[in-house]
């Protein structure tokens, strides 16, 4: 597993996990053209291309570039790094017929084609053996009342609000989010002063 320290967006769950497998960042996804729709995750995006820059890895095919385009259009450039998949005709495995233009799509491109995209995109490999920085845990939530306790499920959403990240956002998410933007000690001070 590669670490790589900007944060990545690629179109639909299957090519987060295909990514997953082979990177060790913070991957999202669009949803397809749902970006278009959602503020709140559009806004999300941005914060995180502030705090660490973010890679838009969609697929070469046209709505690939359209949400790449639309996502270049919404988040200042100069946060963003673009890495690009050849064409490479042919199916996913999981699918019964190849996608309108025939192209694999991030999902199935092999781990070398990825990565070989990402350093081209400039991607800031980490070196493999530091330690990850310990974040927020899960046990953390719990002590400040947003997990797993009487009326958390009402804290988070507040707190979501109050950080303007999308509302149905699960517990998972929410964490990974609060750990790419903020540090334990921000948290705490968020939830005294939001009297939640």
């Known amino acids: 597993m590669i670490r790589i320290r900007e944060a990545i967006v690629v179109e639909g769950r299957y090519d987060k996990n295909t990514l997953s497998q082979i990177v ?13 729709k959602d503020r709140q ?11 660490r820059g973010l890679i838009i890895l969609t697929d070469s095919d046209g709505a ?4 790449r385009n639309h996502l270049k259009s919404a988040i200042d450039p100069k946060l963003l790094k673009h890495a690009y998949i050849p064409d490479v005709f042919g199916k996913e495995r999981r699918k019964a017929t190849a996608g309108k233009e025939g192209k694999l ?10 990565l070989e995209a990402l350093r081209r995109a400039g991607a800031t490999f980490a070196d493999g053996d530091a330690p990850s920085p310990q974040g927020i845990t899960k046990q953390d939530l719990a002590e400040l009342g ?3 306790g009487k009326d958390s499920s009402e804290k ?3 707190l979501l609000k109050m950080l303007d990240l999308p509302e149905r956002m699960s517990a998972n998410a929410m964490l990974q989010a ?18 939640l």
Do not use: W
């Open 41 to 51: 995750q559009l806004e999300l995006l941005r914060k995180v291309a502030r705090q």
């Open 178 to 195: 609060l750990n790419l933007l903020y540090t334990l000690e921000d948290l705490r001070k968020l939830v005294q002063s939001g009297d």
């Open 64 to 67: 690939g570039f359209v949400i």
């Open 156 to 158: 988070r959403k507040k």
């Open 146 to 148: 947003l997990s797993g």
């Open 105 to 114: 799509g991030v999902e199935g491109m092999c781990p070398e084609v990825l």
């Open 24 to 36: 060790d960042a913070p991957i999202f996804e669009t949803s397809g053209f749902g970006v278009f």
